[in-house]
């Protein structure tokens, strides 16, 4: 069954638009305090359709993730009381509760992780808020761990990427199978030891 392959066509199409740029941001921003949907995924295809871009398109990701963890973090701080239900009931409540561990155990340390890492930051934006960290800090190391990644990622697709893209666009379907199933070994291990 060809399910990446098509995907992946609708991904570059997409990263080729004129206003692209406007949907990375939204999808940026939205990432960080409530969306399940990383921006990489489009970050990366813009980074290796348009090369010569990469660094703008890796700073409007950064810029953009940093606002939506300033609303997740305003989430936390006024409303994380209506919140929890809705994080239950989406079966995210464990994964809240070890994100305040963390703080509690590293403090804003965990921020910078939490931003370069593929976690889901928007439980840390939040987290950040009901515990009333520092705000300075937090967008700090959210602005360095951000960045950090996505500059990564857009400078890795922006050098490599017009290269390896018929290499890519060949093996996508195994590239896209593999990825899957590795996500969800790493799910059911750490649902088994959670």
Known sequence: MRLF?????RVIAWSAHRHAPRY????????????????????????VSRPERCWWFALITTVA??????LGYAI??????????WIEEVGMLGEYREAVRWFDAWG?????????????????????????????????GSFIGRGARFFLVGGIAGKVGPRVEPFLRRWIEWFGWGVLVLAAIIWVVYRGNG
């Open 5 to 9: 392959g098509p995907l992946y066509d």
């Open 24 to 47: 990375l941001a939204v999808l940026s921003f939205t990432e960080s305090s409530f969306f399940p949907i990383p921006p990489d995924v489009m970050l990366a295809p813009m980074s």
């Open 65 to 70: 993730s940093v606002a939506g963890a300033m």
């Open 76 to 85: 936390g701080y006024f409303a994380l009381e209506a919140l929890l239900p």
């Open 108 to 140: 804003l340390w965990v921020v910078l992780l939490a931003g370069f890492t593929p976690l889901p930051y928007k439980l840390f934006t939040i987290a950040a808020g009901a515990l009333n960290l520092a705000l300075i800090p937090f967008l700090i």
